[in-house]
């Protein structure tokens, strides 16, 4: 039986939920499962008020895992495979920004495509001054398909959003807050104190307003299905591409 790729404690109202797939916390279907499992786990308890997802490798999260893109590369069975992935990847995402409880990603490291899918899909970032976030997909022929087009335009705008997706550029944590990425960045060194303070804050108020409070911004900023299904359909075009193929095996060679 394999290892989980989570690791979840609960102290107080406060959940923590460690990625944990070495190196780079690359996502697949069982990263998934692992994921949406600990959801699961917290969406049923009452008495937790806030989610904090954080890392226990040298970065968040790298994204989907290039490896098992490669593999369905140029192959209409492949093509349906990863398209089924993608849907897979949108449900869990999905999962996760609609959870009762506050979410709150901790971003030291990069966070990668996917990687950076999954913190947008949570209510706040917090960044360290040194980590990195873009959405790099367009740079192997791909595109953001598990809502970072969607969830990036709502969050920041369509002009922050077409610089980080069509030019494929990382940026740093600071210019990410400056942007409205990230709602808090920290000195690396004062990162873990900073992160620590924002989760206690939100602990200590009501949970039950905090609940109503999330149902009410949610309804507000309802994501487009039309914008969902044109990423997924995407997805499936360019596993299909030969520049794409091209590219995958380039990076994953270099």
Known sequence: MRASYMKLAV?????TLTLSRAPVNAVDDDFLADL???????EVREDIAVLRIRSDQRV??????LRLVAERLDDAAGAAAMVTTVRRFHAVYDHLASLPVVTVAEITGHALGGGLELALACDLRVVSDRAKLGLPEARVGLLPGAGGTQRLTELCGPGVAARVILTGDLISG????????????FPQGEFEAGADAIAARIASLSPEALRASKTCVRIAATISQAGVAAEISGIGRLMRSKDTERRVHAFLGA
């Open 11 to 15: 102290e107080g109202a406060i959940a």
């Open 36 to 42: 949406d499992a600990a959801l699961s786990a917290v």
């Open 174 to 185: 600071d210019e990410a807050e400056r942007l409205g990425l990230a709602q808090w960045v």
């Open 60 to 65: 968040f999260c790298a994204g989907a895992d």
